[in-house]
């Protein structure tokens, strides 16, 4: 991601669209030993481009046109590997500086990765700026000055910025002394709250599991969030959902204004017409293998797909 980046940015022309509508998006994975990747897209919306009048610039640059989440940019993807937490901590750290130095509104703040004598491993995300998207907006109307402030909050619609991190199953596997508790949920909420934000999701392994530390275990975790949240937002539910009866009844508990669903979804690609239509009684909770190829999965989420033998294999 380093090499990538650090590509990107050195051409001069994108200097000013740095400062607006972007996707940024990184997943990254990490080993048990501190390893692992990052999996990167970098880019700039089609309507900025469009404003700026730079298309034919993107594709003199090596810029190429791709889809994310329903919007289109032209950028660049990557991978890139790392040994350590010291060369994961470089690869982040030289993008936000490369970043910092061509518009300090666009910077993505730093990531830290560390690893505990015991093995363990503790990743710090911050970002000194309250409000970025607002840091943002301001550098674009300095760019273009005869756009209306409504022109620019629908060029900002395509901004996506989106760090994802995923860790070892056996990391997140925390003994009865250690891990986060709903008291540090708790507080997490409170603050999150205060934002702006439209929603707030949580997935459980199970929908219905109640507090273990830190609050009143008599009660469930989601309905501890929701009493929280006070109505300051939108709280969606997720964990072992697969039917419309099992979504009636997490509706129903009060403690959710909307309930979600993964694997049902990889097991049954007609999931809302299933529900729509109350047939329950056909929509699948583990692998069919005489419909394996109706699942149109890619290969990395077959592990995530429920089989009554475990995990489910390639087909």
Same mark, same amino acid.
């Given at each position: ?5 650090? $590509? ?46 730079? /298309? ?32 994961? &901590? ?25 690893? $505990? ?9 911050? &970002? ?37 991190? $995923? ?10 002394? $250690? ?6 949920? !708790? ?83 007609? !999931? ?9 009684? !056909?929509?699948?909770?583990? /692998? ?28």
């Amino acid at each position: 991601m380093k090499k990538f980046f650090a $590509a990107a940015l050195v051409v001069s022309m994108l200097t000013v669209l740095l400062s607006g509508c972007m996707c940024q998006v990184a997943d990254t994975t990490f080993q048990f030993d501190g390893s692992g990747t990052v999996e990167a897209k970098f880019g700039f919306s089609e309507e900025m481009v469009n404003a700026m009048n730079m /298309r034919a610039e993107m594709t003199q640059n090596g810029f190429s046109f791709f889809r994310y989440d329903g919007h289109g940019y032209y950028g660049d993807q990557a991978s890139e590997s790392f040994a350590n937490a010291d060369e994961f &901590n470089a690869i982040f750290a030289e993008v936000s500086a490369e970043t910092a130095e061509v518009s300090k509104a666009a910077t993505p703040g730093t990531v830290t990765l560390s690893v $505990a004598s015991d093995g363990g491993l503790t990743l710090t995300v911050q &970002n000194t700026q309250t409000d970025r998207r607002s840091a943002i907006k301001t550098e674009l109307a300095k760019q273009l000055p005869d756009y209306s402030d409504a022109q620019i909050n629908a060029l900002l619609e395509d901004m996506v910025m989106t760090y994802r991190f $995923a860790f070892p199953a056996a990391l997140v596997d925390y003994n009865a002394a $250690a891990g986060i508790t709903m008291k540090e949920t !708790l507080a997490l909420v409170q603050e999150l709250i205060k934002r702006d934000i439209q929603y707030i999701h949580v997935s459980e392994k199970e929908f219905f599991q109640n507090a273990r530390r830190g609050a009143d275990e008599t009660r469930s975790r989601l309905d501890l969030i929701h009493e929280a949240i006070a109505g300051k937002t939108a709280l969606i539910g997720l964990g072992n959902l697969f039917t419309g009866d099992d979504f009636d009844k997490v509706i129903g508990t009060g403690w959710v204004e909307l309930a979600a669903t993964g694997r049902s979804v990889m097991l049954n690609p007609d !999931l809302a017409r299933l529900v729509r239509e109350g047939r329950d009684d !056909l929509i699948d909770r583990f /692998r069919d293998e005489s419909k394996n190829d109706s699942y149109h999965l890619p290969k990395v989420l077959w592990p995530c797909v429920p089989d009554k033998d475990g995990p489910a294999k390639l087909p």
